[in-house]
């Protein structure tokens, strides 16, 4: 009788060690572990008649969701930092002051009272009016951003609360362009 119980509690420790092993085995293929991150990515070539563009590699990548205000009103928006130098430890990425160190910064946002989607957004409607884009690039030598008739597309390609991928190919009147993709993991400005 004792040799049966100890037979029996052993399978029953064998199958309660091999149960919670396939189990968490499970939770960490879904993908709902944290230790399976969005891969913060992205990509850049611009001309500008301010900032050199010239070999700028994004190494820094980030993606903020805010909710703007404008005469009163507010709007959603995300804003896309990408840059070839990191916050150096600040709670922020501050403007470039090194010699070659630039920013490409990317805003899409939304019209008052609804929220961002998927798709096109264009850079001839009014803050707040639609789904708008806008963008500038800064360098140590200044800032631009576009002027005139923008020509392309800047779109979102994937939107959920947790990451944000897009990509941008605009050019303006003066010759100014832009041709940029990113993904980020997306977090929410405490401002």
Known sequence: MKRALVA???????????????A???KTMSGDEPSNPVRNEGTAAFVSPKVDGTGFVPTHVEAMAH????????YPAIIVHLANYDRGGRSYLPNPKTPGHRRVILNFSGPVGSALRVGAYGADVAPGAGHRFSLGVEGTSGSAGFEGVVTGVAELTRLTAEM?????DLKDARGASINATFTARLTRSRY
Not at 8 to 22: E, K, R
Not at 67 to 74: L, N, S, Y
């Open 24 to 26: 968490q085995e499970a």
């Open 67 to 74: 909710t703007m205000k404008a005469g009163g009103q507010t």
């Open 164 to 168: 944000v991928a897009g990509r941008v």
């Open 8 to 22: 029996v509690a052993a399978l029953w420790m064998i199958a309660g060690v091999t149960g919670c092993g396939g």
